[in-house]
T-cell receptor, first 112, second 116 residues
Framework: QKEVEQDPGPLSVPEGAIVSLNCTYS??????FMWYRQYSRKGPELLMY????GNKEDGRFTAQVDKSSKYISLFIRDSQPSDSATYLC????????????FGKGTRLSVIA | EAGVAQSPRYKIIEKRQSVAFWCNPI?????LYWYQQILGQGPKLLIQ????????DSQLPKDRFSAERLKGVDSTLKIQPAKLEDSAVYLC??????????????FGPGTRLTVT
């Protein structure tokens, strides 16, 4: 079993839809959870960062962490064509030099 | 503020040849990372530097890959000799300082390597 599992999609939704992206993980030591967005032929950029369990909201984006289920989610409200990208979840066990472990990424297309 | 710079952006080589990639991190960022991203996969950490010292190189295939960060600024990643399975995007990232609990890693655009 991989440490981080993420459905690669592709996921195609109409403009304005609510998008739900998810990752599961097996390492109970993970405490820091991130979502990165990667446009085609670009490097990943950090969207959301959450420590431990709970929710975090930033504009149209909401990140949820459920450590008891080892499950994290990213919700995108009122999706826009500009949201079309690959979304990567990433997590680490601690601060400092603990490496990030990435999921495979989910490719999202928002159709106008 | 200038972002992470990488060159070249694209490289095509034959197997068994050597290749080098260059990265210039964001000014003032002490921590530098090299990742390998194979098509359809998430980035995998190859090596992490703190200033010019290696923090983690546990996933670097040391028989063929090498990296250095002289003077704690620019870094180069080298592959010698290349194999077909090295075809991937090589991403460089930097962050302010790991001891500051700075989790935001800023990524460069990557170098797309094709080994034929």
């Amino acid at each position: 079993q991989k440490e981080v599992e993420q459905d690669p999609g592709p996921l195609s939704v109409p403009e304005g839809a609510i998008v739900s992206l998810n990752c599961t993980y097996s390492n109970s030591a993970f405490q820091y959870f991130m979502w990165y967005r990667q446009y085609s032929r670009k490097g990943p950029e950090l969207l959301m960062y959450t420590y431990s369990s709970g929710n975090k909201e930033d504009g149209r984006f909401t990140a949820q962490v459920d450590k008891s289920s080892k499950y994290i989610s990213l919700f995108i409200r009122d999706s826009q064509p500009s949201d079309s990208a690959t979304y990567l979840c990433a997590m680490s066990a601690g601060s400092g030099n603990t490496p990030l472990v990435f999921g495979k990424g989910t490719r999202l297309s928002v159709i106008a | 503020e200038a972002g992470v710079a990488q060159s070249p952006r694209y490289k095509i080589i034959e197997k068994r040849q050597s290749v080098a990639f260059w990265c210039n991190p964001i000014s003032g960022h002490a921590t530098l990372y090299w990742y390998q991203q194979i098509l359809g996969q998430g980035p995998k950490l190859l090596i992490q530097f703190q200033n010019n010292g290696v923090v983690d190189d546990s996933q670097l295939p040391k028989d063929r890959f090498s990296a250095e960060r002289l003077k704690g600024v620019d870094s180069t990643l080298k592959i010698q000799p290349a194999k077909l399975e090295d075809s991937a995007v090589y991403l460089c990232a930097s962050s302010l300082a790991f001891w500051a609990g700075s989790y935001e890693q800023y990524f460069g655009p990557g170098t797309r390597l094709t080994v034929t």
